[in-house]
C-alpha cells in the first residue's frame, strides 16, 4: 500500500477537522506542542504503508481521532488518555517504539499505550469475548482504569460508525458491546454511553424489535411532549416559589430500556407505564444538596402520589461508582407513573460522565476506592481460577443492582442484589466466611443461603467446626466469595491430603513395610485413581479403607518379586446376593443385577439423601467403604463424580415387585405470593390418599415466594400426579423435584 494515499480525500477533510477540535481543547489539558507531535508520528505511521482499514472498511486513524475527542467531550479524560488513543493505530505500524513515545510523551503514554497492545493483540488471536482469551482481556481491564476508558469509547465509536455496514462482523461486535461494554460503562457510570450502546445493540441484533419502538414512540411524539409539558408545569412554580434554582428535563427512556420492560412485562409499548422520565437539576451549594434534593421530593409528593415500591435514595447511599440522585414515581394527570429523578448539577454531571467526573470536584468524597477494591477483586479472582464461569459472574458483577447491609456495629457493606449471608460473611473477612453457620437478620436466625435486602442488619454466627463445603461455591453470587471459596477448599484439599499420607505411611511403618512410591503408584491405579490427591481424599474421608490399601499394596509388592503370577483383589462390587436371586442369575444368564426389596435378606442398603430414590425412579447402588450400599437415581447430581472416581464401585440395580413402601420427596414450588396459596397447596395433599406431608419452608419476596415441601409417598407416578395438581393452583408458577 502506498503511505501517500492511505486517506481518501473525503477522510483528510474530516482528519482536518478532527484536527481543529482536537487544537480547541483546553491547552492544560493537552499541549499545543503534543498536538503537533501526534501529528508528526502520524505521518511517520502512514508513509511506512503499514496502515491498514478494519473489517469495516473504516480508517485506523480517523477512528483513533473520533474516539480521542468523544473521550474529551463527553468523558472529560485528560491529556495522557486523549493522547495514548491519538497514536494508537500508529504504533502499531512499527515506525516508532514505546520508548520513542515514553522519551516524547511521557511514562504514562506509553504504559497505556502498553495495555492497549496487549488487547489488540488478544484481538488478534480470536474474538475476546467467546475464547479464553477473555479472562486475559478482563485482567488487562482490571490493570488499568483508563484501559477500560478508551475501550469503551472505541465500541462506540466504531457502533456509531458502521450504522449502514452489513457482514457478520456487525453481529459479533454488537454482541460484544451488549455483552461487556455496555455493562462496563453502567459499572463505572457512563449512563449516557452505556444507553447508547444498548440501543445501536438492539438496532444491530433485533432490527424489527427496535424499529416497532421507536415507531411506536415517533406516533406518540407530540401527545407525549404535551403531557410532560403539562405535567413539570404546577411543579416549576412549586419550586419556584420555595425559592429554589434549578432546571427541568423531560426525556423518553432509551429504546433498549423500554425492550426491557416489554419482555419482562410481557406487554407492547402501551403496555409499559412508564415510558419517560422527569429530571429535575438544582444548582445547589455543597453543603445544602442534600436537603434541597428532600426539600424537591417533600413538594412532588404532596402533589401527586408516590409509589414507595419505586423509590430509590441513591443520596443517603451512593452507588459504588459515585453516583447519587432521587428516584421517584408518582401519579400523574390521566392516571399515569412518572419516574421523577432529583439531583444537582455536579450530581448530574457525575452521573453523565461517570468516574471522570470526580476528578473535577475537588473536597468532593470520591468513591474511586470502591471501584478500585472492585477492580482487585476481579484480579484477584482471574489470577486464581480458570473457570469460565467466573466470567459470567463477572458480568453479572457489572449489571446487578446493589443492596446495602449493615453490621452490628453499624458498618455499611455494598453487595450486588441478590447477595447471601454467605457473601456477606466473606465480605467482612475470610476466616468469618470459613466458619459461617448462618447469621440473625433482627430477631430472626436464617442459613447461610438467605438473600440479604436493603437495610438488613446481619449479625454472622461462626463455629469453629464449620469449613468450606464444594456446594458453597453455588451459594454465593459475589466472583470475591467464590474465589475465596476456592481458595480455602485447595487449601484444605492440600492438609487432606498430607494427613491422609501420613496416616497410611503410618500404617505401613507399624507392620514395618518398606514405602516405595513406584509400588503405591500401581497401587492407586490398581484401585481406581488416576490423580493422587484423588486417592489421598478417598482415604480422608473414609471412602477407601487404608488396611484395603496395604493388602493391595502387599499384593503389588509380591507379584513385583515374581511370588504372584497374577493380583487377586476382591473388588467392592462382589457383594453378598441373596440365594434366589443367584440362582435366577445362573439359570438365566443375565449379569449381576441388584434388586432392591425390603425383604431380601443378608444385603443392606439405604437410599441416598442427596438425591432420594423412590420407587419407579432409575436407580443405582454404590459401595460405601464401610461395606454398605447406597441407592441413588442415575440422574443424581453426584452420579458423575462417583462414577469417574470409582466406577468400580457402581452397582447396577432395578425394584422388586410392585412397590408398596412409602417414601419421602421434596419439592421446590416457585409462585406469586398471593393470598391463601400456601392453604391452597397444603389442602391438596391432604385430600390425597397414603400420602403426608412431612414439612414446608416458603419464602416471600416482591410478591413471589419461593420454598420447598417434603411429602411421603410410594412411587414416581403418584409424584407426577401430585406435580400435575399442584401446578393447577393459581399462583404458582413451577413445580420441580429437588
Keep these: 500500500m502506498n503511505g501517500n494515499n492511505f486517506f481518501t480525500l473525503q477522510e483528510r477533510e474530516l482528519m482536518l477537522k478532527l484536527h481543529q477540535q482536537l487544537l480547541n481543547i483546553k491547552d492544560e489539558d493537552i499541549p499545543y506542542e503534543d498536538k503537533n507531535l501526534v501529528k508528526d508520528y502520524i505521518q511517520k505511521a502512514e508513509a511506512t504503508g503499514l496502515l491498514q482499514r478494519d473489517v469495516f472498511g473504516l480508517n485506523p486513524v480517523v477512528c483513533d481521532m473520533q474516539t480521542a475527542l468523544l473521550l474529551a467531550t463527553e468523558l472529560g479524560v485528560r491529556r495522557g488518555t486523549i493522547v495514548a488513543v491519538m497514536l494508537s493505530s500508529a504504533i502499531k505500524t512499527g515506525a516508532f517504539t514505546l520508548e520513542d513515545v515514553e522519551r516524547d510523551f511521557g511514562k504514562e503514554v506509553a504504559t497505556i499505550l502498553h495495555g492497549l497492545g496487549s488487547i489488540a493483540t488478544l484481538y488478534e488471536k480470536s474474538n475476546a469475548v467467546e475464547s479464553e482469551n477473555f479472562r486475559q482481556l478482563l485482567l488487562s481491564f482490571a490493570e488499568d482504569m483508563r484501559v477500560i476508558f478508551i475501550m469503551i ?9 458502521i450504522r449502514d455496514v452489513e457482514n457478520e462482523a456487525k453481529q459479533k461486535i454488537a454482541m460484544e458491546a451488549a455483552y461487556l461494554y455496555a455493562p462496563l460503562a453502567h459499572k463505572l457510570g457512563f449512563y449516557k454511553l452505556k444507553s447508547e450502546l444498548e440501543d445501536l445493540s438492539l438496532k444491530y441484533l433485533e432490527r424489527d424489535a427496535y424499529y416497532h419502538i421507536k415507531e411506536k414512540l415517533n406516533a406518540t411524539k407530540e401527545s407525549r411532549d404535551a403531557y410532560i409539558a403539562g405535567f413539570i408545569g404546577p411543579i416549576k412554580e412549586k419550586l419556584t416559589a420555595a425559592g429554589l434554582k434549578f432546571h427541568i428535563k423531560g426525556r423518553t427512556k432509551s429504546i433498549h430500556s423500554i425492550y426491557q420492560k416489554m419482555k419482562k412485562q410481557k ?6 407505564y412508564d415510558l419517560f422520565a422527569i429530571r429535575i437539576i438544582l444548582e445547589s451549594e455543597l453543603e445544602k444538596e442534600k436537603l434541597e434534593c428532600w426539600q424537591v421530593f417533600s413538594i412532588i409528593t404532596d402533589m401527586y402520589q408516590s409509589n414507595p415500591k419505586r423509590m430509590r435514595d441513591w ?44 476528578w473535577r470536584y475537588k473536597g468532593v468524597k470520591s468513591t474511586q476506592g470502591s471501584l478500585e477494591d472492585w477492580l482487585a477483586g476481579i484480579r484477584a479472582a482471574l489470577e486464581t481460577n480458570d473457570d469460565m464461569g467466573l466470567m459470567d459472574q463477572f458480568k453479572m458483577d457489572l449489571v446487578e443492582d446493589e443492596v446495602f447491609v449493615f453490621t452490628p456495629k453499624g458498618d455499611l457493606f455494598k453487595l450486588p442484589k441478590g447477595a447471601t449471608v454467605l457473601d456477606f460473611a466473606y465480605a467482612v473477612h475470610t476466616k468469618v466466611g470459613d466458619h459461617c453457620i448462618g447469621a440473625k437478620i433482627g430477631n430472626r436466625n436464617v442459613t ?27 451459594i454465593v453470587k459475589t466472583s470475591k466469595a467464590k474465589s475465596k471459596i476456592r481458595t480455602s477448599l485447595k487449601e484444605m484439599q492440600a492438609g487432606q491430603v498430607t494427613m491422609a499420607k501420613e496416616l497410611l505411611e503410618r500404617k505401613l511403618k507399624n507392620r514395618k513395610i518398606e514405602m516405595s512410591e513406584p509400588t503405591l503408584m500401581h497401587t492407586m491405579k490398581k484401585l481406581g485413581f488416576k490423580v493422587v490427591t484423588d486417592f489421598y481424599k478417598a482415604i480422608n474421608d473414609g471412602v477407601l479403607d487404608t488396611n484395603t490399601v496395604v493388602e493391595e499394596y502387599l499384593a503389588r509388592q509380591r507379584f513385583e518379586r515374581g511370588e504372584l503370577e497374577k493380583t487377586e483383589v476382591r473388588k467392592a462390587e462382589e457383594f453378598t446376593m441373596s440365594e434366589k436371586q443367584e440362582s435366577r442369575q445362573r439359570n438365566t444368564g443375565q449379569e449381576d443385577v441388584m434388586v432392591i426389596d425390603k425383604d431380601l435378606k443378608g444385603l443392606e442398603f439405604q437410599l441416598a439423601k442427596c438425591c432420594q430414590p423412590i420407587y419407579g425412579d432409575e436407580v443405582f447402588g454404590f459401595v460405601t467403604a464401610a461395606g454398605g450400599i447406597k441407592i441413588h437415581r442415575t440422574d443424581c447430581p453426584n452420579e458423575p463424580q462417583m462414577r469417574q472416581r470409582f466406577g468400580y464401585r457402581i452397582v447396577k440395580a432395578r425394584w422388586a415387585g410392585k412397590g408398596g413402601n412409602q417414601y419421602d420427596i421434596t419439592l421446590y414450588i416457585v409462585g406469586n405470593d398471593d393470598l391463601g396459596i400456601v392453604s391452597n397447596i397444603t389442602s391438596i395433599i391432604s385430600k390425597e390418599e397414603k400420602m403426608q406431608m412431612r414439612s414446608i419452608s416458603i419464602d416471600s419476596h416482591d410478591g413471589l415466594f419461593s420454598g420447598h415441601l417434603t411429602v411421603t409417598l410410594s412411587d414416581t407416578s403418584r409424584l407426577q400426579q401430585l406435580i400435575r395438581k399442584l401446578k393447577t393452583v393459581k399462583g404458582v408458577k413451577n413445580v420441580t423435584r429437588s
Excluded: F
Design 153 to 161: 469509547a472505541n465500541r462506540l465509536n466504531i457502533m456509531r460508525q
Design 267 to 272: 406487554v407492547d409499548v402501551e403496555g409499559v
Design 315 to 358: 443520596l443517603s447511599v451512593p452507588k459504588s461508582n459515585g453516583y447519587e440522585s432521587l428516584h421517584i414515581t408518582v401519579l400523574g394527570p390521566e392516571k399515569k407513573w412518572v419516574e421523577v429523578q432529583i439531583r444537582t448539577e455536579r450530581m448530574d454531571d457525575i452521573a453523565e460522565h461517570g468516574m471522570a467526573a470526580h
Design 448 to 474: 447461610i443461603r438467605q438473600e440479604l435486602h436493603s437495610g438488613d442488619q446481619v449479625e454472622i454466627l461462626t463455629s469453629n467446626n464449620q469449613s468450606p463445603k464444594q456446594d458453597w461455591v453455588n
